[in-house]
């Protein structure tokens, strides 16, 4: 418990700081706490702290918590790959999507929101260092992407969510923070009508840049948790 609540502090901190130095409202950043691989207990314990956000990557494992947890209001934010056959408990279950990056997952989505919920909160997934190995819209697709899943119904388009190539520079980092918020200025003048108020980017080793460049939620793991251990961890 105390080290939750002092690793909580920190982090606060952190951003704190990072915004005041970016001359930004601290408020303006909202903490993610990525619980992938943590047992309900330390969310539990997340939660007593005052975190009420919390992301998870895996279907099945965040199902589970989400069970586990469900007389905490928590907002459940899904940030990890999704197949086509998850789309269905992901728009039941979760508030946030961050990884979005193909019209068929949005439109599915949007179709299978439950009625008597909010719209989905939805960011789509730039592959902003253009790596092979990673998914997301490249920049030059994700004008057409935006424009197609602005007409969904039952989502709202929030925003951009990136993981960047990893450096240990902290001005190297900045680089494709800045492109981020280029592309997401791009397309609130391109679509004027939807509520895009949202950079999700850094994580534990870079959120200082990505405050710094404009993020509003940064999704943050270890510096919370501690290192993650996937030994006895199945993938779903
Ligand atoms: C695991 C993960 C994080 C958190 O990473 P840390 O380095 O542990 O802070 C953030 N975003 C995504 C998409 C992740 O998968």
Same mark, same amino acid.
């Given at each position: 418990m105390t080290q939750i609540t002092d690793r909580l502090k920190n982090v606060h901190c952190q951003i704190d700081a990072a915004a005041i130095a970016a001359q930004? +409202? *601290? +408020?303006?950043i909202k903490l993610l706490a990525v %619980?992938? &691989? /943590? =047992?309900a207990e330390e969310l539990r314990q997340a939660w007593a702290c005052g975190q009420q956000a919390f992301g998870e990557n895996y279907l099945q494992e965040a199902l589970d918590k989400i069970e586990a947890l469900q007389d905490l209001n928590i907002i459940w934010h899904f940030i990890g790959p999704i197949q086509s056959n998850k789309t269905r408990a992901i728009a039941e279950n979760f %508030?946030?999507?961050?990884?979005?990056? /193909?019209f068929k997952i949005a439109q599915r989505l949007s179709d299978q929101r =439950?009625? !008597?919920? *909010?719209p989905l909160n939805i960011c789509l997934q730039v592959n902003i260092s253009g790596e092979n190995s990673k998914s997301g819209v490249l920049p030059a697709d994700l004008p057409a992407l935006a424009a197609a899943v602005a &007409?969904?119904? !039952?989502? /709202?388009? /929030?925003g951009l969510m990136a993981i960047p190539a %990893? %450096?240990?520079?902290p001005e190297q980092q900045r680089k494709p923070f800045a492109q981020m918020n280029h592309l997401l200025q791009s397309l609130q003048r391109q679509? *004027?009508? +939807? =509520?895009?108020?949202t950079l999700s980017m850094g994580m534990s080793g870079d959120m200082e840049a990505a405050i710094l460049e404009g993020a509003t939620i940064v999704r943050i793991g270890t510096a919370l948790f501690g290192p993650r251990d996937y030994s006895s961890h199945h993938q779903s």
């Open positions: 930004r +409202q *601290p +408020q303006a %619980s992938k &691989t /943590r =047992p %508030s946030w999507v961050h990884s979005v990056d /193909r =439950p009625v !008597n919920l *909010p &007409t969904l119904s !039952n989502i /709202r388009l /929030r %990893s %450096s240990d520079d679509l *004027p009508d +939807q =509520p895009l108020d």
